[in-house]
């Protein structure tokens, strides 16, 4: 029976969610399988993966073919390097603790490589909130002072309609006579002048 290591998929339209098993090659694929030995999640940034390594180097030393994307994530998860390693200790030209140091050094290297993505991936969304934060703080203080150039050129247009209200009432003032003698005066000096 050809076995192979393939990704049965779940979750819910538009947002998969992926089982990796070791199934049948001739099952469907979201059909039977034999045995699962991990989860992989590509919605999350970076992908999410949980993966039984020693259950996958079994499946494999026992001759299960994996796919091409089931073949990439177990190369990433550290699965074929250590089905490598066991077949040189199998062929003695490693011990098992020497194989054991090479694949410990090989999962320090990988994870320090993952967090320094997410780090890189959190100070880039970071930095993109702050320059936001930045924009927003520059609109509102040209909102702000628009706001208060309109308010002063509203105050100085009822300032200026007062100055004029109360200089056009002193020019009437000073034109219209303060009593009728002053009056008859005006106008018999104005036929005298004709």
């Known amino acids: 029976m050809p076995v192979k290591i393939r990704l049965q998929r779940h979750g819910k339209k538009g947002k998969p969610f992926y089982w990796i098993v070791a199934a049948d090659a001739r099952s469907k694929r979201d059909g ?6 991990g989860t992989y999640n590509p919605n999350t940034n970076p992908a999410s993966i949980d993966l039984d ?11 299960a073919e994996p ?4 073949k990439a994530i177990l190369s990433y998860k550290g699965a074929m390097l ?15 603790e020497q194989a054991e140091v090479k694949f410990k050094a090989w999962l320090d290297e990988k994870e320090g490589k993952i967090t320094a993505k997410k780090e890189g991936l959190t100070k880039v969304e970071t930095d993109a909130k702050a320059a936001i934060l930045a924009a927003e703080v520059k609109i509102n203080e040209e909102r702000s002072a628009a706001v208060h150039e ?32 002053d009056a008859q005066a005006a106008a018999s000096e104005d036929g005298k002048a004709e």
């Open 67 to 70: 796919t091409d994307t089931a």
């Open 32 to 37: 039977k399988y034999l045995e699962k030995i």
């Open 53 to 63: 390594v020693d259950g996958a180097v079994k499946w494999l030393q026992n001759g």
């Open 150 to 181: 309109a308010e002063n050129a509203a105050i100085k247009a009822v300032a200026d309609a007062k100055a004029a209200e109360k200089a056009a009432t002193e020019v009437v003032e000073e034109k219209a006579p303060e009593s009728i003698d």
């Open 82 to 96: 250590k089905n490598h390693l066991v077949g040189g200790v199998r062929k003695g030209a490693l011990t098992e």
